[in-house]
């Protein structure tokens, strides 16, 4: 372990600079942003590392357990249970970033409009965030997902109708507090508009924490997926998504333990890294929740 | 303290009548004519008619949501498309099943995450420290349904501990807690996973204060001064976040009840989304709703209780 003082923030050093240093001297961070990468390099090179195909039934090869040729053994179709892994990795990117994109453009709005305007407006969007809050998420993600039909897209659209009031209350809170700042007022003291002010000087000031919480909040989005798909209301079958695979594998569990625990395992690894990397960009973005945390 | 409870309940009325709204535009959104989805290609003209008579379907929307409104708080929630039997008798049946499991869980989770939180924040950055916040850590990012059939897979069939599934009774008599114990369990468990690393962080912000030092030095026994004067102020940010994560605990109780063929309100859910069973599924979202938001009410009268100041302001 390195010491504080040469990753307190230095002379000279930009913003950025300090966050990366930040990040670079952190365990967590790089553990999280590793399994980020093998993520993305997986899903991005599923075709040249594994030669099998993730849909196509191999009936020779029915529930084999792992072997040196399948390395986490086969399913029910013989279908080599590491390219499905590993072409789920596709779907699992696929809904971390479509979830985020819907609830920070849902709720970055909204919060936004709450915290600028105040009053009655901000009543209204805080009742409606609190209505969100009282119905059980699962619940209302899979009431959506089940009524749109199921599938991949109504999943990432019923999770992203949902999680956004998460976002709503983070950046009404950052707003509160940067809209009294001397900058805002300078910035109406010239003429700007309302809008101007909202999006050209308040919302580049309150995009940190919004970055470091899409990273927290993809890691959910992914467990949520899974748990929809998992319950028959979101990718069907034969599609490779892991919550998909871990229902199927559950009909196997005595013959085959494998096809139940793989893809879990794979939604693990991937939502604690999300939550790694997350936790790493809060503290790096914020020097003084830094040190606060380096000290106690 | 009356006014107070007051108070919290006038917050809740605008919430009420919003997720009134929410629930009963929920046939209106989906796409589709949910009457011709529900009842298949080659239904006749005649019953698709009726049944959309029956849902209301055929007047404007604000007077559906009005007739809805005053059918739900007479406590008539409609009846079931697909099973023929009113809505209302259905959740009756089913509701104390899933209650129980809640009971039980948040039961656990209070039970373990105080002495685990104190733990941890007295033991801070030792040994055990690490090893129950790698715990934590690790169960926050499993999937609560994967916990649950690996657990199936190793303490059910493997090793015939627990039942596989089902529910055996209530949850006084023995065999409807062996039953119980292992749904219970992860459902509990994911919770203390989360409340104790709260606990420990506030108890460690508390433990920095000057009266803790003022309670040491007067010479108070250190578990006094753990218990009585630090576990208190930490409890008030620990009641926040049960309440926060309450809705949380049910929705895995949904995934959970699923797994384990647990005759409950979420089963029957996911059952009757699949099914479309629009009015049963109006029902038990209206159901889970009123639930969290009088278990809400509760969190905020406990909060009173354990923060005096909040009843004065």
Not at chain 1, 30 to 43: D, N, R, V
Not at chain 1, 171 to 180: D, G, I, Q
Not at chain 1, 263 to 285: E, K, Q, S, T, W
Not at chain 2, 305 to 312: E, M, Q, S, T, V
Request: glycine share 8%; net charge positive; aromatic share 8%.
């Amino acid at each position: 372990m390195t010491t504080q003082a040469d990753r307190s923030p230095q002379l000279g050093e930009t913003y950025f600079e300090g966050v990366f240093h930040r990040m670079h001297g952190d365990r967590t961070a790089l553990i999280g942003t590793a399994i980020i990468l093998i993520l993305l390099l997986s899903a991005l090179l599923a075709p040249v590392i594994t030669t099998y195909d993730p849909v196509k039934q191999n009936l020779n090869e029915m529930l084999s357990s792992p072997t040196f040729k399948h390395p986490l053994g086969t399913d029910r179709y013989g279908r080599d249970l590491l390219t499905r892994i590993i072409y789920g990795g596709r779907y699992a990117l696929m809904i971390g970033v479509g979830v985020v994109i819907i609830q920070m453009a849902i709720g970055v709005s909204l919060g936004l409009t709450a915290g600028y305007y105040g009053g009655i407006v901000e009543s209204i969007i805080m009742r409606l965030t609190d209505v969100m809050l009282s119905i059980p998420s699962i619940v209302l993600a899979m009431t959506i997902a089940g009524f749109l039909g199921g599938g991949v897209q109504n999943v990432i659209i019923a999770v992203g109708a949902i999680g956004w009031r998460d976002y709503t209350r983070l950046v009404r809170a950052e707003v509160l507090s940067t809209k009294e700042r001397t900058f805002v007022e300078a910035a109406r003291a010239v003429g700007c508009g309302h809008l101007r002010i909202m999006i050209c000087h308040i919302l580049p000031h309150i995009v940190a924490p919004v970055i470091a919480y899409s990273a927290l909040a993809a890691g959910v989005a992914i467990l949520w997926a899974a748990a929809l798909s998992f319950l028959g209301l979101g990718a069907q079958p034969p599609t490779p998504e892991w919550g998909a695979m871990l229902a199927d594998g559950r009909e196997d569990m005595r013959e085959a333990w494998w096809i139940a625990t793989f893809p879990g395992l794979a939604i693990m690894l991937v939502v604690l890294g999300f939550n790694f990397f997350g936790d790493a960009l809060r503290n790096a973005l914020d020097p003084k929740m830094y040190k606060a945390k380096r000290i106690s | 303290m009356l006014k107070y409870v007051l108070r919290r309940l006038l917050v809740l009325i605008p919430v009420l009548f919003l997720v009134t709204i929410l629930i009963s535009s929920l046939i209106y959104f989906s796409p589709g004519d949910p009457v011709r989805v529900m009842l298949g290609l080659r239904a006749q003209e005649e019953a698709v008619v009726t049944i959309r008579a029956e849902l209301g379907l055929d007047k404007p929307y604000y007077i559906r949501y009005l007739n809805w409104l005053s059918n739900a708080a007479r406590g008539n929630l409609g009846r079931s498309l697909q099973r023929n039997e009113k809505v209302m008798d259905l959740i009756r049946e089913r509701l104390p099943a899933t209650l129980e499991m809640t009971l039980f869980a948040v039961l656990i989770a209070l039970v373990v995450a105080i002495p685990v939180g104190i733990i941890s924040a007295t033991h801070a950055d030792t040994f055990i420290d690490n090893i129950l916040s790698f715990f934590s850590l690790f169960w926050v990012s499993m999937p609560g349904f994967w916990i649950a059939i690996v657990a199936v897979l190793l303490l059910s069939m493997h090793w015939g501990i627990f039942p596989i599934s089902g529910r055996g009774g209530p949850l006084w008599t023995a065999k409807g807690l062996h039953y119980l114990a292992l749904p219970g369990l992860i459902l509990g468990i994911r919770q203390v996973a989360i409340i104790s690393r709260l606990i420990r962080v506030s108890m460690l912000e508390i433990l920095n204060e000057d009266y803790i030092r003022t309670a040491r030095s007067k010479g108070l026994a250190e578990w006094k001064v753990v218990c009585k004067h630090a576990l208190r102020n930490a409890m008030i940010p620990t009641v926040t976040i049960f309440g926060v994560q309450l809705p949380e605990l049910m929705s895995l109780g949904v995934i959970i009840e699923t797994v384990f063929a647990w005759p409950g309100t979420g089963r029957m859910l996911v059952d009757a989304v699949l099914k479309r069973d629009y009015t049963l599924v109006q029902g038990i979202v209206l159901v889970y709703a009123l639930l969290v938001i009088l278990m809400s009410l509760l969190v905020d009268l406990l909060y009173g209780y354990i923060d005096p100041r909040i009843k004065r302001e």
